[in-house]
């Protein structure tokens, strides 16, 4: 391997990293008393400088080394995590990602620019470097890593000892000591069961421990140091690797934890989940938990989400890094394999009927299959990272617009097709940086209608069948439908007298140059954002919703196909033509005949339920007669069920998505077409929008 690609491999490596750093800091700017994450962020940037070193990127390694001493001094304690010292280090990643884009200027001394930087950073944060300390700290650093490497689990303990502990000559103390020493400990003392001193028999032991560590150590190891209390002691030993799901994820938030340990009724957080204070404030302020149960409680929730960060972490060790143009090829060449597969065996029905030849189709179907499955699988990737990276984006534009802004994120397991989630980057800023700037007010706002000073964006994502649903919601301003009409009409984007219902009027925030704000900022005002939103969704095939209540939230969800590539269908005639309907939305299917019908034909019984159907022959305008024995396929769109009328259902078809180009982007009912073994063509019917389009109709 030449010099270039080591260079190139490292550069891949390298931006890898400062993703990384940047999650960190983040976190850690929330969460500063966790050790680990502070080690995290000290050893990206230690990799960096030493992998920088290794290349002859001088410049990248010294800057590195700077900051990686700050890191040091951090660590050790000499200094604190504040805001600046986050913000500091974050703008200190950004000028490594500006190195590593112009290589060329990546050796050599550093540049006043940097060097101003540093002095800057090391004055706003009080640093006085040591340098005695820093041969030190590169050998415990390795040393710490090679410890690492060992298999560490992280055990959730209940220490009740018994009453007549003392009285038994036990010291529970040393014993929770004893356990401290094994690894990473955080030990919780529960006092609730002492009351007055007066009355308090002072052989009695009413204290008990809840207990998070970390450790080598197996589940024997931990309850032998138990060995001799625990025929008269309560003590539960639960491992937090067993609480995370094959996805990855807990899905446990902090009120289901203290639901678990009845500490609260499911019925009681409901009513206060409406609230805008913080779960935990509002808990403890209504006098529903003590504040020990609380402290237990969020403990539990940060131990939580650290096992299941650190499993993501070994699976990622466990992968291997492929350019995304290679997968892009192999998908298309698969897509090319499924198409050539269907042309076989739709030649093989013409011929002489042969047992060997249709034998070896039939495997050949299951093998394409397959490769089309695992390839599929490749390509998916969890849109979590995608979430991860707009924390950054929050935090900055919120101090820029002098608003407190927390970014909340949910479904991030939630897998999608690669394409589909570099498409949506775009899309995904322009709605956050819309909220941010039109939705969060300012906190003096906010306090005067009875919001907590910190505004929410929360973000979501789920998949239904074939589809992913991704929601933006934020507890700001809400949409102004007047003032939202009134520019359109000023703009003459709609006509004076026009009547339009509420969600016609939100979309009219995605027309080209369309913006309620009336100076123009770096963050808005130009009417540029949202259109790139709407015409992004039109590449990828998607469609958006909105929702609003006047000064209370607003939340846009995106529906998003799942690939562009390629998906299972259902191959069905209609008079002389072939469409396709996603086998996803497909619950089954039932012959229909005429004289059935009830209700002005357009509803018969299926399963014992009146099922609403729509004919697909009036909807697309095919001429010619119906059959006497037609079919319904049945599909289920939103929880709801509805019938569509074909002429023939044919079975089961591959289906590679081909886009229907600019000429074909207002059809309604069909979302793109695929070819066919023979060479024609079968439209992909969009079963949501027909049924959509029906009930528009019945409304009006």
Sequence with gaps: MSKDNFIDTFKEEALELLGTLETSLLELEEFPEDTELLSAVFRVMH?????????????????????????????????????????????????????????????????PKLL?????????????????????????????????????????????????????????????????????????????????????????????????????????????????????????IECLENLIDETGETNKKLGEILIERGKISREAL???????????????????VSGTDLKIALESQKQIQKVQKNKAMNADMSTIRVKSEKLDDLMSLVGELVTVHARILQTSKAIVENDELNSVIEQFGRLTDELRNNTMSIRMVPIGTTFSSFKRLV?????????????ETDGGETELDKTVIEKLNDPLIHIIRNSLDHGIENPE???????????????????????????????????????????????????????????????????????????????????????????????????????SEETKFSRITLKIPLTLAIIEGLLVRIGGEHFIVPLSVVVGCMEFIQGEQKKNGSIVLFQEQQL?????????????????????????????????????????????????????????????????????????????QIISSLENVKND
């Excluded at 970390?214 to 625990?230: G, H, K, P, Q, S």
């Excluded at 409901?270 to 529903?288: A, C, F, N, P, Y």
């Excluded at 935090?395 to 970014?407: A, F, I, P």
């Design 270 to 288: 409901e009513i206060l989940l409406g609230s805008q204070k913080r779960i935990g404030e509002l808990l403890v302020q209504e006098k529903l």
């Design 612 to 688: 609403p159907f729509v004919n697909m022959r009036e909807f697309f305008s095919i001429p010619g007669d119906r059959n006497t024995i037609e079919q319904i396929i049945v599909v289920s769109i939103k929880d709801q069920q509805f019938g569509i009328l074909v002429d023939q259902v044919i079975g089961g078809n591959q289906t590679v998505i081909k886009p229907l180009g600019k000429l074909y982007k207002n059809a309604v009912g069909v979302s793109s077409g695929s070819i066919l073994g023979d060479g024609s063509v079968a439209l992909i019917i969009d079963v949501e």
């Design 445 to 547: 706002i906010r306090s005067s209608r009875g919001k907590s000073k910190t505004g929410k964006i929360h973000l979501s994502a789920v998949q239904t069948g074939a589809s992913v649903y991704i929601s933006i919601e934020d507890d700001g301003n809400g949409l102004n439908k007047e003032a939202i009409m009134k520019k359109a009409i000023a703009s003459g984007i709609v006509a004076p007298d026009a009547q339009l219902d509420d969600q016609a009027v939100y979309h009219l925030i995605f027309a080209p140059g369309f913006s309620t704000k009336e100076a123009v900022s770096a963050v808005s005002g130009r009417g540029v954002g949202m259109d790139v939103v709407n015409r992004q969704m039109e590449v990828i095939g998607g469609s958006l919703t909105i929702e």
């Design 395 to 407: 935090r900055d534009l919120s101090g820029e617009l002098g608003k407190n802004v927390e970014l």
């Design 47 to 111: 990799t960096i400088k030493g992998s920088a070193a290794m290349f002859g990127l001088d410049k990248i390694s010294k800057f590195a080394h700077e900051v990686e001493s700050i890191l040091s001094a951090l660590r050790e304690g000499r200094l604190s995590v504040t805001k600046e010292l986050i913000g500091k280090t974050l703008l200190s990643r950004d000028l490594i990602l500006e190195m590593l884009e112009n290589l060329d200027d990546a050796s050599g001394p550093l540049s």
């Design 116 to 236: 101003d930087f540093l002095e800057d950073f090391k004055v706003t944060i009080g640093f006085t470097v040591e340098r005695k300390k820093e041969k030190i700290e590169t050998l415990n650093t390795d040393k710490k890593d090679f410890e690492e490497k060992k298999k560490l689990e992280t055990w959730h303990i209940v220490f009740k000892p018994g009453i007549d502990s003392f009285r038994r000559g036990c010291k529970p103390l040393l014993l929770v000591q004893e356990l401290m020493s094994l690894g990473e400990a955080v030990s919780i003392p529960i006092f609730d069961q002492i009351e007055a001193l007066s009355g308090m028999d002072p052989e009695d032991c009413l204290i008990s421990w809840e207990i998070y560590i970390t450790t080598t150590a197996t589940e024997n190891d931990l309850r032998d140091i138990f060995i001799f209390v625990e025929d008269f002691s309560e003590i539960h």
